[in-house]
């Protein structure tokens, strides 16, 4: 191999590296599955927002009794700790066996733009499916809220609290639903509400501890 092709072999091995380490890191997201107070099952999705918590829908969390997580690498762990927000279908689970720094970085989300969503439809995880961002600041009254995304994503049951992703893995929103008899029609909440819940959480965990 002459020296011209050397070189170019190396700048591509160097591009390539480069490539790797700046890569944005995939969220971990996560497979729920719940039983409740009443010995009821069911199951959902989230994802890793920061360090050991998970964010996720509400409804996902409220009743319930006992919590499984899986992972991508397919290790199960009990959750430690839920929350419910009371304003709105978002809920956040702890783990403590979770070791690995993450900060989910969050973006408002834009018509027409591609995202992705990453879930448990009918426990089978994980699952990705393509959309873009069909509609902003939309009022469902069935939802309680009148700011949600609405996107073509294709979501099932076992994808609420599921992720919706950028190409460069920010949190656009967090499915929550799909309205009746609608084709298409998948319902999340954006990323400033998922972020300001996420915030008031975090103050109410230190209030805990705090006054213990």
């Known amino acids: 191999m002459n020296r011209k092709y050397r070189i170019i072999v190396l700048l591509v091995i160097l591009g390539c590296l480069l490539y790797i380490k700046y890569l944005p890191v995939s969220p971990e997201v996560v ?14 999705s989230g994802v890793f927002v920061q360090d050991d918590i998970i ?33 709105v279908n978002i809920g956040f689970i702890k783990v403590n066996t979770w ?63 599921c992720p919706l992703l950028t190409k460069s893995n920010k949190l656009v929103g967090m499915v929550i639903g799909l309205k009746f008899a609608a084709n298409c029609f998948v319902c999340a909440i954006p990323s400033d509400i998922c972020k300001l819940s996420l915030e008031k959480y975090l103050v109410t965990e230190e209030l805990k501890e705090s006054c213990r």
């Open 99 to 161: 070791k690995k720094e993450s900060i989910l970085r969050f973006t408002k989300p834009k018509v027409g733009q591609t995202v992705i969503a990453i879930g448990n439809p009918f426990g089978y995880y994980p699952v990705m499916t393509k959309g873009i961002v069909s509609a902003t600041d939309i009022y469902i009254p069935f939802f309680g809220i009148n700011k949600l995304i609405i996107t073509d994503c294709a979501a099932n049951p076992g994808n609420s609290g």
């Open 31 to 44: 497979k729920i599955e719940v039983i409740s107070i009443n010995g009821d099952k069911w199951e959902g």
């Open 55 to 87: 964010l996720t829908a509400g409804h996902i969390v409220q009743d319930a009794d006992l919590i499984d997580i899986t992972y991508l690498n397919g290790n199960v762990v009990y959750a430690s700790s839920w929350y419910k927000e009371d304003n």
